[in-house]
């Protein structure tokens, strides 16, 4: 079979307990799949940082402004690699390599999120959706098999990537769907937390409308 991401021909290695269990072999050669580097050890328990801290120091600011997102867990480290790869998924439209991180999200997710809650993906705008032919939050969450609600609507149409660190804490990308989140328990799903502004403006709107519980997952931490 061919890698999903350098597409070299390759032969997966079958285990006994993978043909007892139905597994899928892995859409990636070991070379490509070596290359992820997966977040272990210590990290912050507000944000899911490696650090050697409880709380990291931009967590603690979030903190003292009454954040009600309860935390963030992310999956990988955004290196070299997966810079790339997120380049070629989210600004290539190579919407395949969503089927690249399918086990690990299911088990990581699982193992840090119940199955009792739902699933809002942070929405792109109407004009970056044409752009790119799909939600890169909405792809990452439909691996989960969980319900969605898409209970926000984007409405700041620039780039977080273009914007500085300072313009990423100005609120104002999002409002409110007339998506009922009362009482329920929510993650959000993004792609990327880099300074948490995202997923915290978000989880404001979120409480602000009547969610119970709100968190927040990622494919990667920046």
């Not at 990290?43 to 050697?52: F, K, L, N, Q």
């Not at 109407?126 to 939050?137: D, I």
């Not at 149409?157 to 929510?186: H, M, P, W, Y």
Request: charged share 25%; glycine share 4%.
């Amino acid at each position: 079979m061919k890698c999903l991401i350098c597409h070299d021909e390759w032969m997966p290695r079958m285990s006994f307990s993978m043909l007892l269990t139905l597994q899928q072999p892995d859409v990636c050669c070991s070379r490509c799949r070596s290359r992820f580097v997966l977040i272990d050890g210590n990290v912050c328990d507000r944000c899911g940082r490696p650090t050697e801290q409880n709380v990291c120091a931009d967590c603690m600011m979030w903190q003292r402004r009454g954040s009600a997102l309860i935390n963030n867990r992310s999956l990988y480290i955004y290196n070299d690699w997966m810079k790339e790869i997120i380049n070629r998924f989210k600004f290539r439209g190579d919407y395949a390599l969503i089927e690249a991180f399918r086990h690990e999200v299911c088990t990581f997710f699982y193992k840090h999120f119940s199955s009792d809650v739902f699933l809002v993906p942070i929405p792109l705008s109407s004009s970056r959706l044409v752009e790119r032919g799909f939600n890169q939050a909405e792809a990452i969450a439909s691996l989960l098999s969980l319900p969605m609600i898409f209970a926000l609507r984007r409405i700041d149409d620039e780039k977080q990537s273009k914007k500085t660190r300072r313009e990423r804490f100005v609120g104002g990308k999002f409002c409110l769907t007339n998506e009922d989140v009362a009482g329920k328990r929510i993650v959000i799903i993004d792609d990327i937390y880099t300074t948490g502004a995202t997923v915290h403006e978000a989880a404001q709107l979120l409480y602000d409308a009547g969610a119970r519980e709100i968190y927040s997952f990622t494919l990667v931490r920046s």
